[in-house]
């Protein structure tokens, strides 16, 4: 399973780091993700980060502010969110696609383990 924590409340141009640890599933070996869904909108896909050597990929609008990071000694997977707008509110979900390692996939249908979702809500 995936549990998120470290949502909450920010004021624009604030920071938040999210975490997401992992357990029950061999997290190490398979990709990881971050999706957000904002009020209204469908789950859309934020970062993605691959099991070493760790590439990355972004959604364009976060790029340069987000940073999608994982410990795999800790089986963990975090995202760190600077500079934040109020266009990044939603509920943001840890995912696991455990039918890849090195692909990133954007879409929601390619992860296969989900967590439940923590809120971040940024205040203008």
């Known amino acids: 399973q995936l549990v998120e924590s470290g949502g909450g409340l920010v004021q624009a141009g604030g920071s938040l780091n999210l975490s997401c640890t992992a357990s029950?599933?061999?997290?190490?070996?398979?990709?990881g993700g971050w999706f957000r869904q904002a009020v209204g909108k469908r789950r859309e896909f934020v970062a993605g980060?691959?099991?070493?050597?760790?590439?990355?990929s972004y959604k364009d609008s976060v790029k340069g502010r987000f940073t999608i990071v994982r410990d795999n000694e800790k089986n963990m997977l975090y995202l760190q969110m600077n500079n934040l707008t109020p266009e990044d509110t939603a509920v943001y979900y840890c995912?696991?696609?455990?039918?890849?390692?090195?692909?990133?996939?954007?879409?929601?249908?390619?992860?296969?383990?989900w967590g439940q979702g923590t809120q971040v809500t940024v205040s203008s």
């Open positions: 995912a696991a696609d455990t039918t890849s390692s090195l692909r990133i996939a954007k879409m929601e249908y390619n992860y296969d383990i």
């Open positions: 029950g599933f061999a997290f190490n070996f398979n990709t």
């Open positions: 980060i691959s099991r070493p050597p760790m590439m990355t």
